[in-house]
């Protein structure tokens, strides 16, 4: 399996409240991704990195930040949790990234529930 | 219309059944697709990739179709360990970048 730990793995908050979730990884891969998984909707790209420093929006980035100071660690970072933002997050990383690359290797989840 | 849109299941299917599953998507630049399995409560893993040709391997057989912008996948002799939730996944460019959609899963039970 792939070495990519999220911390923590469950979290419970209430709205207001800044909450951050870690993405470590050993593989050194260049690309690192922070997705949601909601009842009703597929994974959602929230934000990504192709790099330390380099990163860009996904499709569902508002109320989310991101930074990646070092190449294995990618930080999510919610400024103001709000109770639309419960949802389990899963980090995943990819060595490339084209039109062909389908693997993306994805951490264990982190469940988020904001009260 | 959703990009990437599955049959959610669930699909109860006794072992050693054969049972296959679509999934549609609307962008015709769409240019790779794959199959993720989702057990419950733990991430996704690449399944297999879908190969114009049509592609297998083992039990498992993928297939697409371009023309009706669709891909299948066959599971066959199924098992109890194959149940699981069944992700589509495509592939499209997306403003000079590209973007990997996910559908929202098959979910499959395989009854003793």
């Known amino acids: 399996d792939a070495g990519i730990t999220q911390s923590p793995r469950h979290k419970v908050t209430e709205t207001g409240t800044p909450v951050t979730l870690r993405c470590h990884q050993t593989?050194?891969?260049?690309?690192m991704y922070w997705y949601r998984q909601d009842p009703g909707h597929g994974l959602r790209l929230i934000h990504y990195?192709?790099?330390?420093?380099?990163?860009d929006k996904g499709e569902v980035s508002d109320g989310y930040s991101v930074s990646r100071s070092k190449t294995e660690d990618f930080l999510l970072t919610l400024e103001s949790a709000t109770s639309s933002q419960t949802s389990v997050y899963f980090c995943?990383?990819?060595?490339?990234?084209?039109?062909?690359?389908?693997?993306?290797?994805f951490g264990e989840g982190s469940r988020l529930t904001v009260l | 219309r959703k990009e990437v849109e599955q049959d959610p299941g669930p699909f109860n299917v006794p072992e050693g059944a054969t049972v296959a599953f679509n999934c549609t998507y609307s962008?015709?630049?769409?240019?790779?697709f794959f199959w993720y399995r989702q057990d419950c409560r733990k991430e996704p893993k690449l399944l297999m990739s879908?190969?114009?040709s049509g592609n297998e391997d083992g039990r498992f057989t993928a297939q697409l179709n371009r023309a009706s912008q669709y891909i299948s996948l066959l599971i066959r002799d199924s098992k109890l360990s194959d149940s699981a939730t069944y992700l589509c996944?495509?592939?499209?460019?997306?403003?000079?970048?590209?973007?990997?959609?996910f559908g929202t899963g098959t979910r499959l039970t395989i009854i003793p």
């Open positions: 879908v190969y114009s």
């Open positions: 990195s192709y790099g330390v420093k380099d990163t």
């Open positions: 593989e050194n891969h260049r690309y």
């Open positions: 996944v495509v592939n499209a460019p997306n403003f000079g970048n590209e973007k990997l959609t």
């Open positions: 995943a990383i990819s060595e490339s990234r084209g039109t062909n690359t389908g693997e993306l290797f």
């Open positions: 962008n015709s630049a769409s240019q790779s």
